[in-house]
């Protein structure tokens, strides 16, 4: 909004051109949307407190220093995604499309999470939204993105380190929704210890930042030879405020937690991952960058196809977090040691930009 606002006016004030930046507005929208964490979270979690009575249900079957968290307010990830839409409509050019997508599938992804946590804290519901109803109004939103990003851009997957596009034609839209489901879910089962999903999203947001600039710039991705995304660099601006969301919230949610974000938070943050990975074909980078979310997927389909199949679990219990804390690593080692982890994985999905 600033931008629109504001940019017109550089011929009558110079100083109003540094809003024609993208590079100035992600700064800052990620300095904005970490200030309204910091000034609306403990009013938030006081409210939530207030409303939810015995908060966020602990499952009886996992660790038990899980036990001691009984009480602490969910649903903070509404917290999120209030801070990323006002600083989005804030400081993103309110003309570009990709920006409006990204807002529409992370809100949908909310809303359906915020369902979810109704039923299960307000309701009292222990099982909450039924699978196939998650399921189903996931791939709705996701189905809308995929049909927006086939008007605007190629069907077209980039592939690091062999200089190659795969164009997969109608059957683009199908990946898309595939990969927008299955990053939501994964960060939602990711979302098991205080700051383990928060943080690591915040860090593939940061490489995805870089990443969107790059490609919605013409001269950068023919340098790099990645696929140029006309007003794809916008969405560096939509990643700067998610990057200061997390952060503030990450203020809240780090060991040990004031708030969880529940549902709404986790499979909110998973489809705006991968939208934006999407809008710049990059779906490979980000399973590398999101390393740590596909192990956490990955652990808990090998533990129930295992169990099914043989009768025996691979790990102690999944997701493999659990397993670790089961093993006797303190939460915060756990915790601290998959963020090493993550920071590791957006090096070497930047990395691949290189390898060509």
């Known amino acids: ?15 109003f051109n540094l809003f024609q930046y993208i590079t100035f507005r992600t700064v800052y929208a990620l300095v904005t949307s970490l200030i309204l964490c910091w000034v609306i979270g403990p009013w938030f979690i006081r409210w939530l407190a207030a409303h939810q009575g015995k908060g966020q249900p602990i499952r009886n079957d996992g660790p038990k220093t899980h036990l001691l968290k009984q009480g602490t307010p969910t649903m903070g990830g509404l917290l999120i995604l209030f801070s ?41 519901d222990p099982k909450g939204l039924a699978g196939r109803w998650k399921l189903l109004l996931q791939c709705f939103f996701g189905g809308l993105a995929a049909t927006g990003l086939m008007i605007m851009t190629d069907p077209i997957v980039d592939v690091p380190f062999l200089n190659t596009q795969w164009d997969m034609g109608w059957f683009y839209a199908v990946f898309v929704v595939f ?6 879910n994964a960060v939602n089962l990711t979302d098991g210890l205080d700051g383990l ?11 995805l930042a870089v990443v969107v600039y790059l ?17 794809s660099g916008e969405l560096a601006v939509f990643c700067g405020a998610l990057v200061g969301s997390c952060l503030g919230f990450l203020w809240f949610n780090s060991y ?39 192990l ?24 493999i977090h659990h397993h ?16 090493i982890i993550s920071i590791l994985l957006a090096l070497v999905a930047l990395s691949t930009l290189k390898i060509r």
């Open 1 to 15: 909004m600033l931008y629109n606002l504001l940019y017109p006016l550089a011929d009558q004030y110079s100083f």
């Open 84 to 124: 990323l839409t006002v600083t989005t409509l804030l400081w993103a050019d309110l003309t570009n499309g990709f920006v409006w997508l990204a807002l529409m599938v992370t809100l949908g992804y909310g809303m359906i999470g915020w369902w979810d946590d109704y039923l299960k804290i307000i309701r009292h």
């Open 179 to 184: 990969v927008l489901v299955g990053a939501s």
């Open 197 to 207: 999903a928060v943080a690591p999203t915040f860090m593939v947001a940061s490489a």
């Open 215 to 231: 490609a919605g710039h013409a001269k950068f991705s023919a340098y790099l030879m990645i696929p140029f995304v006309p007003g």
């Open 256 to 294: 040990p937690a004031q708030v969880f974000m529940g549902d709404v938070g986790a499979l909110a943050l998973g489809g705006a991952l991968a939208f934006v990975a999407c809008a710049v074909h990059q779906q490979f980078l980000f399973a590398i960058a999101g390393g740590l979310f596909v």
């Open 296 to 319: 956490e997927a990955v652990s808990v389909m090998v533990q129930v196809a295992s169990f099914k199949l043989t009768g025996k679990r691979v790990f102690r219990m999944a997701p």
């Open 324 to 339: 670790y804390e089961l093993k006797g690593w303190p939460e915060p080692k756990v915790i601290v040691r998959f963020w």
